[in-house]
């Protein structure tokens, strides 16, 4: 039982260019989330998605699309990479019913747009 | 629009002293969470409070909600340095995508 893993861990991109981060859990979740952690602000919420076919945006959707193509993945693309874009990003996951309510976080992507 | 505030957002103790972190929240919401995070790591969770008056305790941490404050409060118990950290509370506002606000974190260093 992996929980949630994210992919790749780190990444240097150049101002312009595409990329995807893969999220993946086996915890049979229904709800998954993209964040983007900025020191001193916290979690922001790019998309989120309730289930597998469906995404909606979050707080900071802007430069960013997801899909939910399995149950089990939730993919975030930067599509022409921004400086400002430069970022730690979290995957989380969460069941949508149960005594349990918390999100399970995977351990982040380091990215830097130069 | 959901505000989570925490105070204070950075904290320096000494071992063995007691201490409170204070999270407010700006709507009406009865779960609220607290997470940790060490640094470079992820976020691992650490209470879960889904009702008014909800009190949890792990070790030197123990954490209350109060729903009609709007407030929940970590309190810290004889800090000890594993607890070095920065911990962040959130608060659901959306029960239908499960959505959370997390508020900006307080780190907290505790010093021999």
């Known amino acids: 039982n992996a929980g949630v893993t994210q992919t790749p861990k780190f990444r240097v991109l150049k101002t312009g260019q595409s990329m995807t981060l893969l999220c993946a859990q086996d915890m049979n979740h229904e709800y998954m989330y993209w964040y983007r952690q900025d020191p001193g602000m916290g979690l922001r919420l790019i998309h989120y998605?309730?289930?597998?076919?469906?995404?909606a945006k979050g707080e900071v959707p802007d430069g960013y699309n997801v899909s939910r193509l399995k149950k089990q993945n939730f993919l975030l693309g930067l599509e022409s990479a921004a400086p400002s874009q430069t970022s730690v990003y979290f995957c989380a996951s969460r069941p949508s019913g149960g005594v349990s309510y918390e999100q399970y976080f995977g351990p982040g992507t380091r990215l830097t747009v130069t | 629009e959901l505000k989570v505030e925490q105070n204070p957002l950075f904290l320096s103790m000494q071992e063995g002293k007691n201490y409170t972190i204070y999270c407010n929240y700006s709507?009406?919401?009865?779960?609220l969470y607290w997470y940790r995070q060490d640094p470079g790591k992820s976020l691992e969770s650490l209470f879960v409070l889904l009702s008014n008056g909800a009190v949890k305790q792990e070790g030197r941490l123990m954490a209350s909600l109060d729903t009609k404050a709007r407030l929940s409060t970590l309190h810290i118990t004889a800090a000890v340095h594993d607890l070095s950290a920065t911990y962040f509370c959130a608060v659901d506002y959306n029960t239908n995508a499960g959505k959370s606000t997390f508020g900006d974190g307080t780190t907290l260093t505790v010093k021999p």
């Open positions: 709507t009406t919401s009865d779960r």
């Open positions: 998605s309730v289930g597998e076919g469906t995404t």
